[in-house]
């Protein structure tokens, strides 16, 4: 079992910045690819980005390009997203995941947390 908990939501303005954590315990961090997705009222949860259990390899939807940064700490059991130039249409519940692989599915993501809110203003 891996429990993940994320944490940095809030209200920002559009343009703004925020940095949202996933704290994990339990089973070795270092072994799981970890997922950022997010779901926004009315619609489907989504992948966002993900990265690899080394940190080398990351995938980003379309959406964020440029905007967002996954990063990831081992040692801290610990993954972020940094994310940049936010839009109101970013605005949403936001997920931590983890998987035996990278990937841009929730069926291949074994872990969730509980969500974060990000809302953002216009």
């Known amino acids: 079992q891996v429990q993940l908990v994320e944490s940095g939501g809030g209200l920002v303005q559009a343009g703004g910045s925020l940095r949202l954590s996933c704290a994990a315990s339990?089973?070795?961090?270092?072994?799981?690819?970890m997922g950022w997705f997010r779901q926004a009222p009315g619609k489907e949860r989504e992948f966002v980005v993900g990265?690899?259990?080394?940190?080398?390899?990351?995938d980003y939807a379309d959406s964020v390009k440029g905007r967002f940064t996954i990063s990831r700490d081992n040692a801290k059991n610990t993954v972020y997203l940094q994310m940049n130039s936010l839009k109101p249409e970013d605005t949403a519940v936001y997920y931590c995941?983890?998987?035996?692989?990278?990937?841009?599915?929730?069926?291949?993501?074994?872990?969730w947390g509980q969500g974060t809110q990000v809302t953002v203003s216009s």
């Open positions: 995941a983890a998987a035996s692989w990278l990937g841009i599915f929730e069926k291949e993501y074994d872990y």
């Open positions: 990265i690899s259990w080394s940190g080398g390899t990351t």
């Open positions: 339990g089973r070795i961090f270092s072994r799981y690819a």
